[in-house]
């Protein structure tokens, strides 16, 4: 699930670009991406997520809701809630009514929203591609490669080039895995409770708190 998120969190960061996608190279592009996504407050992202390893023949398919705002962040996926002031991280399982809080930051796979897609733009290599499942889709390609030994070797992205909006990602790791996310609605200044970016231990009777801090 933590990979779940870190995937995530990447595909909330690219909302909209400033200028004309045909009028940027994809490294341009890349950072205007990083700079809208910051000055978008409440957005509220509606995706599918899909993770293939064609090999071990899995094929799992979840609907989900994200929320972001700056570092800030609310996750909403297989019945878990993921939840981030920026500071700290509450993962709260409903089923046996348990949270785990940790730092964020406390690990690769704690990164911010920001953050994280900053950390791509400055290790990664970005250019256009060819990709046939986004061309099908109507969406223009940007591909992603990292350095010997990245741990997600390869990012594809699809973007919507007139509404200068992400609407397929796909992420490969080294173990053969493919993180397919479709982003089917984008909501710009959602609103959202004062609170929204917390969770409160006391709103739920009984609940296990394990704090990793």
């Known amino acids: 699930m933590k990979k779940v998120i870190l995937l995530m969190l ?5 909302l909209f670009a400033r200028q004309a996608v045909a009028q940027k190279s994809a490294d341009q592009l890349l950072k205007a991406v990083i700079e809208k996504t910051r000055n978008t407050p409440n957005l509220k992202i509606e995706f599918s997520y899909q993770m293939i390893n064609t090999k071990a023949g899995i094929n799992e398919k979840k609907n989900g809701t994200l929320f972001l705002n700056g570092d800030a962040y609310k996750v909403l996926i297989d019945g878990q ?13 409903p089923e046996s009514n348990e949270v785990m809080v940790s730092n964020a930051g406390a690990g690769d796979e704690a990164l911010s929203p920001t953050s994280l897609l900053t950390s791509y733009y400055k290790n990664y290599k970005a250019s256009f591609a060819n990709d046939k499942e986004n061309a099908s889709k109507g969406l223009k390609t940007i591909e992603l490669k990292g350095a010997a030994g990245s741990k997600f070797p390869k990012v594809v992205v699809g973007v919507r080039e007139a509404a200068e909006q992400l609407g397929r990602l796909v992420i490969f790791d080294n173990g053969g895995n493919q993180f397919v996310y479709d ?3 984008m909501t710009p200044n959602a609103t959202l409770a004062r609170n929204f970016f917390t969770f409160n231990p006391a709103d739920y009777p009984g609940i296990d708190v394990v704090d990793m801090r």
């Open 10 to 14: 990447l595909a909330g960061a690219m």
């Open 81 to 93: 809630t993921i939840v981030s002031d920026g500071k700290t991280v509450w993962t709260y399982l």
């Open 183 to 185: 982003m089917s609605r």
